[in-house]
């Protein structure tokens, strides 16, 4: 857990490197590390989480699918996708 990238040091740090309004887009297909992450960029309050309902956003048509994704796909891992917009 401490080698996760997405902590709240980092999520504070990048969010004061992105101009307002800048986009944060972010994908997993580990199910409890997508629970942390969302639970930390929630926590920053200069992040606005993208999804209407503060969790998970629809994969963006624009995200190229990596070899890593279909390899979790083929094991039956559901992919998450999260948005946070710099406010």
Known sequence: HKRRLIQPAFAKLAASRLK????????????????HM?????????LRNEAADGGFVPRPATRLRTKFEQRGERLGHAVFDLAYRRV
């Open 38 to 46: 969302l639970e930390v960029l929630n926590a920053e309050p200069m």
């Open 20 to 35: 307002p309004g800048g986009l944060l887009q972010l994908a997993t297909d580990w199910a409890p590390y997508a629970v």
